[in-house]
DNA sequence: TGGTAAGTAACCAAG
DNA sequence: TTACTTACCA
């Protein structure tokens, strides 16, 4: 294995005793050395495979390792425990869950479930929904449990501040209603595990005699409840092997703290730090775009990256009138490169900020008929028909799940209303049992007509059915049944649309996900294919051996390398965000120049920079100028294509830029928005002509809706003027001479 | 009680 | 743009 490794790969994987950091740069081969430390570990060490664990952050990341793991090892690598987080924690949890009160076939709900729980909480609790917003609290609560908050700590933080109070009934009320449907969210699987731990010296012995030697992937993305976990578990053994690069981190806002990674000698005294510098993976062009853009954070750890690999070309940079003209670019560039032979469809990937952003390229490929795979946005779980019949199969592993109930009592319709809805739930809040087992007892409850009693009988009586099938059904035949029994799919051969047709499509889909696990697992069980589903992520449904372009936020695409690189819609207000501009903290700034340094580094051969000049959001056509990131990209190295503004000329647009951002800020809490004009907004083409503008500057003018104003500059692009105008009563703007429409006074 | 029309807030990223 | 909520009618 020896000549497999540099110097400072082989030193990672043969420290082996107390507490590794490795700080491994993009492409550096980190995924490499944990296997091989993984394979030294066994072969060399002679360490139980059962004794070694590896943490990563999303099954693809699991299965990856524990294949590579497999032909290193071959015998006796399946005994590795490789997982992620969650599904780690899950396992712990179904064993001991009855320590903290919950039942062990307690089920996992996701976003889509939070929302209405958290709905029905603000309800509850007669708060104002102006202010208590639920996607709000969900974040807060969330990021109490990444804290590991508890509802008493963040009430004690609270003290006078009476909003905090009422965050924290909203909390306990939240974890109150998940518990009585015997049910956890995403980050309770994490804290719960913790909590655990911290009160069952058992349990938690148990694992760390077990797990001596443990590693974490991706560590930089770790939040406050992993890192606990973490060093529960290492905290005997203390042979912890982390693996991160801090450049990496990028997901601050869902609690992952940076200084876990920055800290670790601290946490772990005597840790050992080993560099991987060395990059693998692409040309010196794109790692020293990479490097030149990240270099301008403040807060790293010092490190440059380097390569042996060829120069390569430069970084193209493409420049379009809007995001659809982009996109046709992006596509033809495929097409013709493909139609070249100099490349295959599965070589490309195509890079966004938002995932808003995949409609304009989707479509333009979809014309061109080049096969393409779109990760995340919608995903398939959170379908509305999947939604449905998993409610139905949550439902007959636990009856405690009244979200399940409240979804499918009247789906496909039973004539079972709200107000009927209404009546049982209250009548089992009064008596505090579930909502299943009232409506067991319906015709106990008074408030219900006898019709309405008749109804809910008849849902009844069909679950129960349903579950004495469920004893002698295999799975499959279980989930026929029910699909028969509830009348779904009939309802919705009924309505004979396409949409219809489509949703019919996934409910058969979902089948053959079904039929697949209960073909695989050992011993398949309804409760373990719906922990399955639920802890799916969207990158987990990427292939890697079927010829096709993906889509992909850079989020996603963390960890992942492809030959050639589309980076899209690289403006300012984009990528960076709006929100990271006009933050006053510099560190969001900063998150954002750690995603621009993922995105570059993803690239191995080619990347393609893009921007629009103009963008439809959400229905409003907004204008942009090109990314600060790609400004810090030397001009040296960059092939611009297509370029008409300033930033052809090396990046001269510094001082433009501050005032536009400033004048925005002043303005209004958005970025720079014009009504497409009806006379304009349907033509692709519509050229200005220059000599439209009859001002200077130091002219007054009146602008139709910010009044009147001073010209401050007028820049001359090759297709438009780009005016300043200070306005009295809004501040300055820059704007285009042709959509301003501005009359001299 | 359920369906449709009008109205409105939202998109920043994910397990 | 779209998804989702509220208002109103059959």
């Known amino acids: 294995m020896d000549k497999l490794l540099n110097d400072m790969q082989q030193v990672a994987v043969r420290h082996t005793e107390g507490p590794l950091l490795i700080l491994a740069g993009a492409g550096s081969g980190k995924t490499r050395v944990l296997t091989y430390r993984v394979a030294y570990l066994i072969k060399e060490k002679n360490i139980e495979p059962y004794n070694i664990m590896a943490i990563t952050f999303t099954n693809k990341a699991a299965d990856e390792m524990r294949n590579r793991v497999d032909s290193l090892v071959g015998h006796g690598a399946d005994q590795v425990w490789v997982s992620t987080f969650h599904s780690a924690c899950v396992r712990i949890l179904r064993r001991y869950s009855d320590r903290i009160g919950y039942a062990n076939d307690f089920a996992i709900y996701d976003t ?43 009430r004690d933080m609270a003290s006078t501040d009476f909003k905090m109070k009422d965050i924290a009934r909203v909390y306990e009320e939240y974890q109150e209603t998940l518990m009585r449907n015997n049910a956890m969210d ?88 080993v560099k991987l510098e060395q990059n693998y993976r692409s040309t010196k062009k794109i790692l020293e775009a990479a490097n030149s853009v990240i270099h301008n954070n403040v807060g790293r750890k010092d490190k440059t990256l380097w390569s042996d690999n060829a120069d390569g070309a430069k970084i193209d940079l493409y420049q379009a009138e809007d995001g659809y003209a982009e996109a046709q670019m992006v596509a033809d560039t495929i097409q013709e490169e493909v139609d070249f032979g100099r490349a295959s469809y599965e070589d490309f990937a195509i890079l966004y900020r938002t ?34 019949v998993l409610a139905y199969l949550r439902l007959l592993i636990n009856p405690s799940d009244d ?35 009232a409506l067991l007892e319906a015709d106990q409850i008074n408030e ?24 002698i059904m295999s799975l499959e035949d279980l989930y026929k049944q029910v699909l028969d029994e509830t009348g779904y799919i009939a309802d919705l051969e009924a309505e004979e649309t396409d949409e219809a047709e489509g949703r019919i499509e996934n409910v058969d889909e979902l089948l053959s996900k079904l039929v697949e696990y209960e073909g695989e697992a050992e011993d398949p069980t309804l409760g373990e294919f719906l922990e399955d589903v639920a802890l799916i992520a969207d990158i987990d449904n990427l292939e890697e051996d079927n010829d096709y372009v993906v889509l992909m936020t850079v989020h996603s695409a963390k960890g992942l390398e492809f030959p050639r690189v589309f980076l899209c819609g690289m403006e300012d207000g984009l990528f960076p965000g709006y929100m990271s501009i006009m933050s006053d903290d510099k560190e969001e700034l900063e998150e954002e120049r750690r995603l621009a340094y993922v995105a570059i580094t993803r690239a191995q051969n080619e990347l393609t920079i893009s921007y629009a000049k103009r963008r439809m959001l959400r229905g409003e056509t907004q204008y942009n100028i090109v990314s600060r990131f790609v400004e810090e990209i ?45 006379d304009i907004a349907f033509g692709k083409e519509f050229t200005i002509t220059k000599a439209d503008i009859d001002y200077k500057v130091g002219d007054r003018v009146e602008h139709i809706k910010f009044g009147e104003g001073t010209v401050k500059a007028i820049e001359d692009g090759t297709k438009d003027y780009q005016v300043t105008v200070d306005f009295d009563e809004v501040g300055q703007k820059m704007m285009m001479a042709s959509f301003a429409k501005l009359k001299k006074l």
């Open 448 to 471: 219900l007509k006898p019709a309405a009693v008749k109804k809910i009988k008849g849902f009844t009586e069909m679950i129960e059915r349903l579950k004495n099938d469920m004893k």
């Open 355 to 388: 995932n808003a952003q995949s409609r304009a390229l989707e479509e333009k490929l979809l014309m061109k008929n080049i096969p393409y795979k779109i990760i995340g946005g919608t995903n398939f779980y959170q379908r509305r028909e999947i939604k449905d």
């Open 112 to 154: 889509d479930d939070q929302k209405k729980i958290m709905k029905k909480v603000i309800k509850h609790l007669n708060l104002n929904p102006k202010i208590f917003k639920e996607k709000g609290m969900i974040a807060k609560v969330s990021d109490f449990k990444n804290k590991l908050m508890t509802v008493s700590d963040v």
């Open 403 to 437: 979200l399940a109930v409240e979804r499918i009592i009247n789906v496909p319709r039973r004539g079972i209303g709200n107000t009927t809805v209404e009546n049982a739930v209250n009548y089992a809040r009064v008596r505090g049992m579930n909502l299943y087992d």
């Open 634 to 678: 030397p001009p040296s190295i960059v092939n611009s294509k297509n370029v008409t503004d300033t930033v052809a000329a090396g990046y001269k647009r510094n001082i433009v830029r501050d005032t536009f951002a400033k004048a925005h800020a002043k303005m209004e809490k958005k970025p720079a928005v014009v009504k497409p004009k009806k």
């Open 186 to 273: 995403f980050d309770d699987l994490i804290m719960n595990t913790v909590k655990l731990f911290k009160n069952n010296e058992d349990v938690l012995a148990n694992y760390q005699n077990r797990l001596q030697y443990i590693h974490v992937d991706e560590y930089q993305d770790t939040n406050a409840a992993q890192f606990e976990f973490v060093r529960l578990l290492a905290e005997k053994h203390k042979n912890i092997c982390v693996v991160g690069d801090d450049d990496q981190s990028i997901y601050k806002f869902r609690g992952a703290d940076i200084q876990n990674i920055l800290q670790f000698e601290k946490y772990f005294p005597g840790a050992k730090v």
